[in-house]
């Protein structure tokens, strides 16, 4: 699997993975930082992470992908985060399974998130301490 920019090509791909349409997710590709990983016997893109910088924490506002690649994604905010000595955030809806996955890569339940389509979420922090190179492998 290799992980690259993602490019504005790859929007139609983003889009069918977040059911949102085309225009967001090229705004998307364009206002933040986003990652795709891709299959090694071709284009075919595996999943995706979206990331920013506000108020000195950089927050994954999207993704998407299986386990491993979730894991291999989010070494991309998680090196940033490193390397500016930064936390980082992420919001999960709170009843879909995903938090397992966000736990295990060392992130901890930091309270309520906001709602998301009516549904609750929960807001998931680490801190740049607790960052433990997994980016540098």
Known sequence: M???????SDA?????ATDRPREVVTNMVHDRSVRVA???D???LA????????DDTVHVTDFDGDGKTIERLFEEPR???RREEMGVEVVVPTDDGVSEEIERLGFEAAGRGPRFEGRPTTRYRIEFEALDGREDE
Do not use: C, Q, T
Not at 12 to 16: D, I, M, P, W
């Open 47 to 54: 999943g995706f992470v979206a990331f920013d910088v506000r």
């Open 12 to 16: 139609e791909a983003l889009a069918a």
């Open 2 to 8: 290799r992980i690259r920019d993602a490019l504005e």
């Open 42 to 44: 071709g284009e075919e």
């Open 38 to 40: 891709v299959r090694d």
């Open 79 to 81: 090196g940033f985060a």
